[in-house]
């Protein structure tokens, strides 16, 4: 990225010299997050992130005409449940599909809801319990009825094998795939009709206006490249890990309890525990205390206070919602800082009970 934020300062849509040298940058770069995802470049749209990509998948085809009804579930991100929402008090239809005790998504339960939907958008696997869905059957679903698929693919891409095939439109993100913040890409299937969000200049095909972040692009081609070369590397090692932490966990103390899926059926690097009368923010806390990072809930919904929805949306209580921690691996972890994790949470766990039972 360097080049792009010192010499190399060019606007990609300017026809001299410099701005060519960027403009053949971000189509390098283009061709390698398509070839993450097996797609096209062209079908390929630069953005700010997941969360512009979700919006601009899920309200430019609910807004391009035709149908106005929307089917999603109640375990996604919040940048599909916000322009759900909003579609929603504009006089939309959303109906929901149901979930298992794991998150799990049956392509039957979308059956049941797809008929006259424009659009099903759904994430490829859950951001906070790491539930896989099964894309292909889902898709399979959506074709005979007419209606346009969108998965959120921000938390699979680069940990498990996604492709476009069968799927119209696809977010994804770049620092889940460790590349920069605030740049991501939305695969739109070649003819599909969305209205863009950004009106402007001609970027992008027309699809989102604004001048290119060429470094962050830059970046991401790069990260989509690695990824596409380590991805089985990185399972390997990652689910090692993952279920060394689990076995740790769970042999060690009484009353832990996974979110989501067991074994092959989940992320490779997430792992969701809920530990009998420990209040996730409470561990959170603790554990940041002696430099471990994890998280209660989603980080994007860091801080609010609110009970998990994804927990809520399993099946779990109000009360049981708040409790959920997620460990998050990546290849860069040893098993010497997984067993320090899990000697660190043994400790704060029991300390946060023996207080509890104390008070």
């Known amino acids: 990225m360097l080049p792009y934020l010192r010499e190399e300062y060019g606007n990609a849509s ?13 189509e390098e770069a283009r061709a390698c997050v398509a070839a993450l995802v097996g797609a096209r470049p062209a079908e390929m749209v630069f953005t700010s992130g997941g969360t512009e990509s979700n919006n601009l998948a899920i309200q430019g085809v609910a807004r391009s005409g035709g149908r106005r009804v929307l089917v999603t579930s109640p375990i996604e991100h919040a940048s599909v449940r916000e322009p759900v929402a ?17 998150g799990r998504v049956a392509p039957a339960a979308v059956a049941v809801q797809v008929d006259g939907a424009a659009l099903v958008s759904l994430g490829w696997a859950n951001n906070e319990i790491g539930t896989i869905q099964p894309v292909e059957e889902i898709a399979a679903v959506c074709r005979r009825a007419g209606a346009a698929l969108h998965v959120d693919a921000v938390q699979a891409a680069g940990k498990i ?27 739109v299937r070649d003819g599909l009709e969305v209205r863009p969000l950004l009106l402007g200049g001609g970027q992008e095909r027309g699809r989102r206006a604004g001048t290119e972040n060429v470094a962050a692009i830059v970046g991401m081609g790069e990260a989509c490249r690695r990824a596409a070369a380590e991805q089985r590397h990185y399972a390997a090692t990652v689910v090692r890990l993952r279920d060394a932490l689990w076995t740790g966990l769970s042999a060690a103390l009484d009353g832990v309890r996974r979110n989501g899926p067991p ?28 430099g471990i990072a994890v998280s209660s809930g989603s980080a994007c919904a860091a801080g609010a206070g609110e009970p998990s929805h994804v927990l809520i949306g399993i099946g779990r209580s109000v009360e049981a919602a708040r ?16 067993e320090r994790i899990v000697a660190c949470t043994v400790a704060a766990v029991r300390r946060i009970r023996d207080a509890r039972r104390a008070a």
Not at 14 to 26: K, T
Not at 172 to 183: E, Q
């Open 14 to 26: 300017s026809v001299h010299a410099l701005g060519s040298r960027a403009r053949c940058a971000v």
């Open 263 to 290: 074994g092959p059926d989940g992320l490779p690097n997430t792992l969701n525990v809920s530990f009998d009368g420990v209040r996730g923010e409470a561990l959170v806390a603790a554990l940041d205390l002696v």
């Open 86 to 102: 909003l579609l929603r008090d504009d006089g939309y239809e959303v109906r929901d599909v149901v979930v298992d005790v794991e």
């Open 161 to 187: 094998p996604v492709s476009v095939g069968g799927i119209d439109l696809l977010s994804i993100s770049a620092h889940k795939l460790g590349g920069p913040k605030g740049v991501g890409a939305l695969y």
């Open 323 to 338: 409790d959920g921690v997620r460990f998050s691996l990546g290849a860069a972890n040893t098993g010497d800082e997984v």
